[in-house]
Nanobody
Framework: QVQLVESGGGLVQPGGSLRLSCAAS????????MSWYRQVPGKVRELVAAINGAGTSTNYADSMKGRFTISRDNAKNTVYLQMNSLKPEDTDVYYC?????????????WGQGTQVTVSS
């Protein structure tokens, strides 16, 4: 039922830009915090950016240095990650995450991941 379908990854030269999209279905999208993570090889997934349900509050990893912007369109059930001034060290698999909770349960869903490669 729950699906997070990512798109927008690919190969880009250093200094270039990419816009990742994550289309969600199967849950009440507006009630979930949406996030982007990246997978560091041999490490846990690292938070890149997060946005609350209403899209009024965002958090960013300090290492992103203001180059990335997260946004969401609740009418389209989609969250975006605009990535500018990309560096080779940004090369990773990027994952879309949805997180919500009730009094008794926590819910978390993951996308399949999309490869971002920054190389000349």
């Amino acid at each position: 039922q729950v699906q997070l379908v990512e798109s927008g990854g690919g190969l880009v030269q250093p200094g270039g830009s990419l816009r990742l999209s994550c289309a969600a279905s199967g849950f009440t999208f507006r009630s979930y915090v949406m996030s982007w993570y990246r997978q560091v090889p041999g490490k846990v997934r690292e938070l890149v950016a997060a946005i609350n349900g209403a899209g009024t509050s965002t958090n960013y990893a300090d290492s992103m240095k203001g180059r990335f912007t997260i946004s969401r369109d609740n009418a389209k059930n989609t969250v975006y990650l605009q990535m500018n001034s990309l560096k080779p060290e940004d090369t990773d698999v990027y994952y879309c995450n949805a997180a919500g909770r009730t009094l008794f349960n926590e819910y978390e869903y993951w996308g399949q991941g999309t490869q971002v490669t920054v190389s000349s």
